[in-house]
């Protein structure tokens, strides 16, 4: 049981190139997210996905995409790398539906850095 | 909407110290709080939780009570070592997002440094 994956795990990007964050889950879990982390900023959330095909916004999404094609997969793209998306990318899965006592399992994290 | 705050850190204390880390939230019902532990280069993992007033999580020496009186959820621990060192997040789950799933809320993050 591998939890959450997330490749790669260090990246640098220049300003205007895009790029695809990996994440998967082999737990079977419903939903899943993205964070960003920022120091003095703790996590913030890019998009959620409460299912294959159903997707949503968090509270920070502009500049990046997701898709939900499979349970297991939930990629994030950067559009067009800013240097403002500099940040650790988190990768969140939680098992369940609806009980607010839910875990929360994180992959590893991706550096990014975009020049 | 839903906030949690925490102390800014760092928190710097000598080995087997005791350690508090307050944590004090804002939800409109009845929401299940946590703590959340990030080593070093790695990512979140769950520390302990609660799930209702008065409830007490723990795990590996940690300690935290709901207190729904005073909406707080502080982090114990009678004797820290320096392998405890690591950013501690609160958090809390009470949103309804689309499709009757549940967001949770963090705090920014603690840092905790325990040195020998």
């Known amino acids: 049981n591998a939890g959450v994956t997330q490749t790669p795990k260090f990246q640098v990007l220049k300003t205007g190139q895009s790029m695809t964050l990996q994440c998967a889950q082999d737990m079977n879990h419903e939903y899943m997210s993205w964070y960003r982390q920022d120091p003095g900023m703790g996590l913030r959330l890019i998009h959620y996905s409460v299912g294959a095909g159903i997707t949503d916004q968090g509270e920070v999404p502009n500049g990046y995409n997701v898709s939900r094609s499979t349970t297991e997969d939930f990629p994030l793209r950067l559009l067009s790398a800013a240097p403002s998306q500099t940040s650790v990318y988190f990768c969140?899965?939680?098992?369940?539906?609806?009980?607010?006592?839910?875990?929360?399992?994180f992959g590893p994290g991706t550096r990014l850095t975009v020049l | 909407g839903d906030s949690v705050t925490q102390m800014e850190g760092p928190v710097t204390l000598s080995e087997e110290a005791f350690l508090t880390i307050n944590c004090t939230y804002t939800a409109t019902g009845y929401p299940s709080l946590f703590w959340y532990v990030q080593y070093p280069g790695e990512g979140l993992q769950l520390l302990l939780k609660a799930t209702k007033a008065d409830d007490k999580g723990s795990n590996k020496g940690f300690e935290a009570t709901y207190r729904k009186e005073t909406t707080s959820f502080h982090l114990e621990k009678g004797s820290v070592q320096v392998s405890d060192s690591a950013v501690y997040f609160c958090a809390l789950s009470e949103s309804r997002a689309s499709g009757g799933s549940y967001i949770p809320t963090f705090g920014r993050g603690t840092s905790l440094i325990v040195h020998p």
């Open positions: 969140a899965s939680r098992s369940g539906w609806g009980q607010t006592s839910d875990t929360q399992y």
